[in-house]
Nanobody, 120 residues
Framework: QVQLQESGPGLVTSSQTFSLTCTVS??????????WTWIRQSPGKGLEYMGA???????YYRPSLKSRTTISRDTSKNQFTLQLRSVTPEDTAVYFC????????????WGQGTQVTVSS
């Protein structure tokens, strides 16, 4: 059974950059069956898809975040990473990594989420 675990800083200052890492166990991030995604939920708002990386390393980004976001991976560690630049308090959210089937874009596994708070 696949497990995903997010890690990263809990508190960031405005204008800075933070990175979150998702460590995957029980499944390979080079599998061509899945998208490996980042999703966030800000206080009082719904889930927001941020982007994904697929088995060959191709990345996809939400257009509104594309200029500030980079998703990368370390296949030797079976990890993928989200970098978000020039953050503001509006980027305060719980950040999740999740796996989605490429065939249906159905999310079938989620990390527990990690809170990131951006201070002004």
């Amino acid at each position: 059974q696949v497990q995903l675990q997010e890690s990263g800083p809990g508190l960031v200052t405005s204008s800075q950059t933070f990175s979150l890492t998702c460590t995957v166990s029980g499944g390979s991030i080079t599998s061509n069956t899945y998208y490996w995604t980042w999703i966030r939920q800000s206080p009082g708002k719904g889930l927001e898809y941020m982007g994904a990386i697929v088995w060959g390393g191709t990345t996809y980004y939400r257009p509104s975040l594309k200029s500030r976001t980079t998703i990368s991976r370390d296949t030797s560690k079976n990890q993928f990473t989200l970098q978000l630049r020039s953050v503001t308090p509006e980027d305060t959210a719980v950040y999740f990594c999740a796996r989605a089937l490429t065939s249906t874009v159905e999310f079938d596994s989620w990390g527990q989420g990690t809170q990131v708070t951006v201070s002004s």
